[in-house]
């Protein structure tokens, strides 16, 4: 039934283990690669809310028959020679966030390596429970989860804490866990979102108008007490106030419709239609709830969005990348993830400490 435990020594120094889940990409561009993926993410009952014994026939016999090779499509419009973007900025912010929180805990007089960094996507790869076992491999005895979406959504960050559960189901030794989630509303957050904004005004001119879009849930996801909605407007507010626009510059909308129920509204796709026929000197889209550029950034809003927007009539449109490097971003996950590590970290023991340490190691490896 459990897994086989990690090879155990007494006189190990255990250390806290950090890891960054995102939603997840196909391996590859292709229809048969987006159907794996599909089926993986269309199958959780956190993202689609209906019976599985009438959803399942549905989505096998007709959803993964019909839309794999359509969203193969947009996936290649976006898709680079070393992969998925979505992937390759996850990796990136992973390996930057070690480094950073190495150079935070040395100064805390910690060895760099007492807070480990893995990463892992909620569908596809690399799955979560590997993730957990690299870890768990390098003696983190205490796991902080760290969802990367600001905003919090059963069908995004609660999905995630059902797949670190269904994982450790299967484990002897439970490691002690953590989880952040949300910082919808985090200073360091907001703080970084304003400067990828005003560094791109800074090269580009600030627009006539400012969309707001974050991925739209269906509309009953509120009604039933899911906080996403209150969390995405929350940080719409607080970013505008940060950037100092007034009401009339920016508008908050949700993307990402599917099926023909009701979503949260406005919808992204009539708000730029709506613009469009306005006939702004220029409109910029940004998406704060993204924190890397993915398959919804640089295909939906990027090249979807601008058609819409100047079918209707619109001229000058600009997609403002995401959070993604930003060194604000990095270190203000840093931030993040250090104010959840509170009383886990600790300095080395010393002198007596440190050999009492040694002596109790000794005991236990004699008597085991």
């Not at 069908?155 to 490691?175: C, F, I, Y």
């Not at 490097?325 to 959840?340: G, K, S």
Request: proline share 7%.
């Amino acid at each position: 039934m459990y897994r086989a435990e990690p090879a155990f020594a007494h006189d190990r120094i255990p250390r806290v283990g950090v890891l960054l889940v995102n939603l997840g990409t196909p391996d590859a561009p292709t229809p048969a690669a987006v159907r794996t993926y599909l089926a993986q993410f269309l199958s959780d009952a956190r993202v689609v809310e209906i019976p599985s014994f009438a959803w399942q026939p549905f989505l096998h016999g007709v959803v993964l028959r019909t839309r794999p090779s359509r969203s193969a499509a947009r996936y290649a419009a976006i898709w680079t020679k070393d992969g998925s973007p979505l992937a390759i900025h996850t990796n990136k912010q992973k390996v930057l966030l070690a480094g950073y929180l190495g150079q935070r805990l040395k100064a805390l007089g910690l060895p760099a390596d007492s807070a480990l960094v893995e990463h892992a996507m909620r569908y596809g790869n690399p799955p979560i429970g590997a993730a957990i076992e690299r870890l768990r491999e390098a003696a983190c005895d205490r796991i902080l989860v760290v969802p990367l979406y600001p905003q919090y959504a059963a069908s995004t960050t609660g999905s995630v804490v059902d797949a670190v559960a269904e994982h450790l189901m299967r484990v002897r030794r439970v490691p002690a866990l953590r989880i952040v989630d949300t910082f919808h509303d985090d200073p360091g957050y907001i703080a970084a979102l304003a400067a990828v904004v005003n560094d791109f005004w800074t090269r580009h001119g600030q627009p006539a108008h400012l969309v707001l879009s974050f991925h739209g849930l269906p509309r009953r996801s509120l009604a039933r007490g899911d906080p996403y909605h209150c969390f995405c407007r929350m940080t719409g507010r607080l970013l505008a106030r940060e950037l100092g626009l007034e009401a009339h510059q920016w508008t908050l909308a949700f993307q990402s419709r599917f099926g023909r129920g009701r979503w949260l509204e406005p919808y992204t796709a009539a708000t730029l239609a709506k613009l469009g026929g306005a006939r702004p000197r220029r409109v910029d889209v940004f998406a704060p709830g993204f924190v890397s550029d993915c398959l919804e950034t640089l295909e939906e809003l990027a090249i979807e969005g601008k058609r819409t927007y100047q079918a209707a009539g619109g001229g000058d449109y600009e997609v403002i990348p995401c959070l993604n490097e930003h060194a604000r971003w990095i270190a203000a996950l840093a931030d993040i993830v250090l104010a959840n590590l509170q009383g886990w970290l600790s300095p080395p023991p010393s002198g007596q400490a440190r050999e009492a340490t040694m002596l109790r190691a000794k005991v236990l490896g004699a008597s085991a």
